[in-house]
């Protein structure tokens, strides 16, 4: 698997970090790691090129770990260490994963919080995030009902579509959603459980407070 990642993953960034000298370099260097291959990926890479910034700062990592948090987790850790060995230091590691179906979400979070890695984690799924756009969701919601009620408002949805810019005007009321969900469910420490809930709004929010010298 390290030959494949690092064609894929590390050759790109190394070649076009080789291009740039030193000093311009942009920091601080943010490594996306995202469960899925399509929504997740297609969201942050949207939101980086209209802040401008370039892959190298914000290298985005979709599907290449497996589907499971642990493991998605695990690839993150790995994935740093080979920018290490390049040269290269990753400042800030964000994992995004969904509870979805999965189980052992606790030692996702343990293991994530060992290496000081952020979390991006949906409560059932990432298109919780997507809702809170447009509605409140604040009672328990399975993922097939939020891709119903989410289609009520982009009614030709799927997952390989590109909605950063349809959501863009909404995007300061679903963060504010998002803070109450979490202060709704803060004393609750199981994470499975918090149902609905996100903190995709705060890699957001970190996302929107950086700016980059290049054009992804």
Same mark, same amino acid.
């Given at each position: 698997?390290?030959?494949?990642?690092?064609?894929?993953?590390?050759?790109?960034?190394?070649?076009?970090?080789?291009?740039?000298?030193?000093?311009?370099?942009?920091?601080?260097?943010?490594?996306? =790691?995202?469960?899925?291959?399509?929504?997740?990926?297609? *969201?942050?890479?949207? !939101?980086?090129?209209?802040?401008?910034? +370039?892959?190298?700062?914000?290298?985005?990592? #979709? #599907?290449?770990?497996?589907?499971?948090?642990? /493991?998605?987790?695990?690839?993150?850790?790995?994935?740093?260490?080979?920018?290490?060995?390049?040269? !290269? +230091?990753?400042?800030?590691?964000?994992?995004? &994963?969904?509870?979805?179906?999965?189980?052992?979400?606790?030692?996702? &979070? $343990?293991?994530?919080?060992?290496?000081? &890695?952020?979390?991006? &984690?949906?409560?059932?799924?990432?298109?919780?995030?997507?809702?809170? %756009? *447009?509605?409140? $969701?604040?009672?328990?919601?399975?993922?097939?009902?939020?891709?119903?009620?989410?289609?009520?408002?982009?009614?030709?949805?799927?997952?390989?579509?590109?909605? *950063? $810019?349809?959501?863009?005007? %909404?995007? /300061?009321?679903?963060?504010?959603?998002? $803070?109450?969900?979490?202060?709704?469910?803060?004393?609750?420490?199981?994470?499975?459980?918090?149902?609905?809930?996100?903190? =995709?709004?705060?890699?957001? /929010?970190?996302?929107? /407070?950086?700016?980059?010298?290049?054009?992804?």
């Amino acid at each position: 698997m390290a030959a494949s990642i690092k064609s894929k993953t590390l050759f790109q960034v190394r070649r076009s970090f080789a291009r740039k000298e030193p000093s311009r370099i942009p920091r601080p260097i943010v490594l996306i =790691v995202c469960e899925g291959k399509k929504t997740e990926p297609k *969201y942050f890479i949207a !939101l980086r090129k209209m802040k401008r910034i +370039s892959p190298e700062q914000i290298p985005i990592i #979709g #599907g290449e770990g497996g589907s499971h948090p642990r /493991s998605i987790v695990k690839h993150a850790k790995f994935l740093k260490q080979e920018f290490k060995k390049e040269g !290269l +230091s990753v400042d800030e590691v964000w994992c995004v &994963f969904d509870r979805d179906v999965h189980r052992g979400i606790e030692a996702a &979070f $343990q293991q994530a919080n060992a290496n000081q &890695f952020n979390i991006a &984690f949906s409560n059932p799924s990432f298109e919780l995030w997507y809702l809170l %756009h *447009y509605k409140d $969701q604040t009672s328990h919601i399975e993922r097939r009902e939020v891709i119903r009620k989410l289609k009520r408002y982009i009614q030709r949805y799927h997952k390989a579509m590109e909605v *950063y $810019q349809i959501l863009l005007g %909404h995007q /300061s009321v679903a963060t504010k959603r998002a $803070q109450d969900l979490r202060k709704y469910h803060r004393d609750n420490q199981d994470q499975e459980t918090k149902n609905p809930s996100t903190s =995709v709004d705060q890699l957001v /929010s970190y996302l929107n /407070s950086l700016e980059g010298p290049g054009i992804a």
